[in-house]
């Protein structure tokens, strides 16, 4: 950027700075700048120490063009020059439209948690003066407080969205988490079940409240938030169909269902096989009856979701979760998460020998490199073909 420059100007018996200013045009706009000093010989030095300061402003306090800029392009100075620690909270409020309501929660609680404490440790940070080394220290701040990687990934990914929309609005011209090291995680190796131990879960269960839940996750490998979100009218019973189209989540602020899904994968149509069929026919019979019996007694808030209790109250995610650890303690069944039965869906289609992108369509992943990162471990079957393969081929 050029130096800016300037002069004193007498007018009206006072002292004027005339700032040599240019649009983004590169047309010259002078801007007088009164210094409220009298003008005589005796003020002069004054004046011109004014004048000194005013054009240190502009040459080292980046004010260069603002009195000739756009509304815009103030209000991107105005960002650029805005600390980490305002821009963060900002920005998540601007994009709280886009994200669902858990999302927005998680992201403040990082924000308030964790990166304002941090990056306020620097100072007067400015969202233009940020770089990957910074993101780079955080990242390890993170680990020493105990982190695991996957959370810390979250926390990468929140950051990447902030600093993306800034580079958008062309408020910086690179985003700095590009800049950093994305933190790495140890690969979970989920617990799973065999189809001895799936029938076994499923029998046991049979009388329980979260049968069903149990079931729609053993035969589709839903997510709990597909099960959960699963409606009456997403079931095609003429057709054989069964659409995962909405989700349930649970948050500090309560319950909340959308139809936005976690990527475009999640959206699919699958078959609707027998068995689960033959258990949603009887769930949805049974719910009729209940509202039937219990007349005013039955909730009608959620009469189109699948997964309610006795009196018409949706199956809360986390109520899945902790009652199904104490179903696996009260029966001596061994002890896996409920997302392990996704798991457990994954390793029987293995298997069987159904290819691992038919897999990846059945369970709706994204693409393929997820589906073969998380189940490549327990693609037993496979392994054992190579082993013998290569056995025979050398004697």
Not at 210 to 231: D, N, P
Request: glycine fraction near 6%.
């Amino acid at each position: 950027m050029k130096e800016v420059t300037g002069h004193l100007t007498e007018r009206n018996n006072k002292w004027y700075a005339v700032i040599n200013l240019y649009d983004e045009n590169r047309k010259r706009k002078p801007k007088w700048q009164n210094l409220h000093i009298e003008a005589n010989r005796g003020t002069r030095r004054e004046a011109e120490q004014r004048l000194h300061q005013i054009l240190g402003q502009y040459n080292t306090d980046d004010l260069y063009l603002y009195d000739t800029m756009s509304h815009s392009a103030r209000e991107r100075s105005r960002i650029a020059h805005m600390q980490v620690i305002d821009y963060l909270p900002e920005w998540l409020e601007s994009h709280k439209i886009n994200i669902s309501q858990v999302t927005y929660d998680g992201y403040k609680t990082m924000i308030n948690s964790r990166m304002i404490p941090f990056f306020g440790k620097f100072g007067d940070l400015k969202v233009k003066d940020i770089t990957g080394d910074e993101i780079n220290d955080y990242y390890l701040s993170l680990h020493n407080a105990g982190l695991k990687g996957r959370t810390a990934q979250r926390h990468h990914a929140m950051l990447h969205l902030a600093f993306k929309a800034a580079v958008k609005r062309r408020i910086i011209a690179s985003n700095p988490v590009e800049q950093a090291d994305r933190p790495k995680a140890q690969p979970y190796i989920g617990k799973y079940y065999n189809a001895n131990e799936l029938r076994e879960l499923l029998e046991k269960t049979k009388d329980d409240p979260i049968h069903l839940v149990i079931l729609l996750a053993a035969y589709y490998g839903l997510r709990r938030s597909e099960v959960i979100g699963l409606k009456w009218s997403a079931i095609d019973f003429e057709n054989k169909t069964i659409s995962i189209n909405h989700k349930v989540l649970e948050g500090k602020r309560g319950i909340e269902g959308m139809d936005v899904m976690k990527t475009k994968s999640s959206y699919r149509t699958l078959p609707l096989i027998p068995q689960v069929e033959e258990a949603l026919l009887a769930e949805r019979e049974k719910q009729e009856e209940m509202k039937r019996v219990m007349r005013r007694g039955y909730s009608k808030k959620y009469t189109d979701y699948v997964c309610v209790d006795a009196v018409g109250e949706i199956i809360r995610p986390d109520y899945v979760s902790d009652h199904f650890k104490i179903i696996l303690k009260d029966n001596g069944l061994k002890q896996i998460r409920f997302h392990d039965l996704r798991h457990s869906c994954a390793s029987l289609l293995l298997s069987s020998g159904v290819p691992m992108k038919m897999i990846q369509d059945w369970l709706g992943h994204s693409d393929m490199g997820t589906t073969a990162n998380i189940y490549s471990h327990i693609d037993s079957e496979s392994k054992k073909a190579s082993a013998l393969a290569i056995g025979t081929a050398l004697g």
